[in-house]
């Protein structure tokens, strides 16, 4: 089977219906690309930018990110990218910035929020990311946004870097698009508007589901609510879909439920452009959709959609969609 796999490395990923699909990797540090490029990924969908920042006593440097970020576009060479800001808080610290100690850190001062008030760190990163931008097809997605101010301000952030470069004689590529990722029902539920605004969106169904779900996805003791195929959450996803479809924008997915052999046919189905999954899965889940018709699989998954258990849900994704 791994041999049949290892054939499609150079192929591009498409249905058995003819529909071009985007098989990306989600990366933590430069050094994955090696696994990345293995694997045939057609791109990345998540780079998870906290390592940078993480096991050391200060912010990483302009410098040091600017060369993290341009070693992975020019080693991804001309694919598209898509680096997420800073996502720390939550379940990630950073001792270094004396972070306030907080009762529910997974509803607190993380991501967005976090880069929003500590803007000087923040624009460090999006300088970086912006000189880097030269060097590749970069995306900048930002994290945890929950509401339409967030993204407007740190857009306009973006904005006001790039200038700042312009004025110094420094080259920022021409078009970057920007994107957010879905962690927050606010936004599923608001995807209509947002997509009037973003370039993209990118599904994080880790945070997603334990946001909906009201279940901390750390705990054992609630695991049995973190439940990838609830029919809440699949209306969610569908709901980001459809929106962004009507503004011609693309809707991704780079949570763990994008690389998941049961979720893939639902995913496909409910029309999801973009799937980035750790490298090791790629070319089984290309191998599989190369097989799968989006066509027929629509009706099957609106349908798992109107299900009213997420047990049922699974029981007829397994029965109905799974070739
Ligand atoms: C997610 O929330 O699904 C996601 C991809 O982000 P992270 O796992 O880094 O929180
Ligand atoms: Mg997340």
Redesign the pocket.
């Known amino acids: 089977q791994r041999a049949t796999w290892a054939k499609l490395v150079n192929e591009k990923t498409v249905t058995a219906d003819g529909v071009r699909i985007e098989l990306a990797a989600n990366i933590g540090t430069p050094e994955d690309i090696e696994s990345v490029l293995k694997n045939g990924a057609e791109g990345i969908g998540?780079y998870?930018t906290e390592f940078l920042y993480m096991g050391r006593t200060q912010l990483p440097s302009e410098e040091e990110q600017y060369n993290a970020y341009k070693t992975v576009l020019e080693k991804m060479d001309g694919k598209p990218v898509v680096i997420r800001t800073l996502?720390i808080g939550g379940d990630k610290e950073l001792p270094y910035l004396n972070m306030p100690k907080e009762l529910n850190p997974f509803l607190g001062f993380r991501a967005i929020r976090l880069c929003l008030e500590m803007q000087d760190m923040f624009r460090v990163q999006l300088r970086a990311l912006l000189r880097a931008s030269m060097f590749g097809n970069l995306k900048i997605m930002f994290p945890m946004i929950a509401t339409l101010e967030e993204f407007r301000q740190a857009k306009q952030i973006v904005e006001e870097e790039k200038a700042k470069l312009i004025a110094e004689g420094i080259s920022v590529a021409g078009r970057i698009e920007i994107g957010i990722m879905v962690?927050v029902p606010a936004i599923a539920l608001l995807a209509d508007v947002f997509a009037k605004e973003v370039d993209f969106f990118s599904i994080?169904?880790?945070?997603l589901i334990q946001y909906t779900m009201a279940a901390d996805r750390m705990n054992e003791k609630v695991s049995y609510l973190y439940q990838p195929y609830h029919p809440a959450l699949l209306r969610l996803i569908d709901m980001v879909i459809q929106a962004a479809h009507k503004e011609g924008k693309w809707a991704g997915m780079?949570?763990e439920m994008a690389g998941d052999p049961v979720a893939i046919p639902l995913l496909l189905g409910l029309g999801l452009d973009e799937f980035s999954m750790s490298a090791s899965s790629i070319l089984q889940a290309r191998n599989m959709m190369k097989k799968l018709s989006r066509e027929e699989l629509e009706a099957h998954a609106r349908k798992a959609m109107t299900m009213s258990t997420g047990e049922e849900a699974v029981r007829y994704v397994k029965q109905w969609l799974i070739p």
Do not use: I, M, S, V
Request: proline residues 0%.
């Open positions: 998540l998870r996502d962690e994080g169904t880790n945070d780079c949570g």
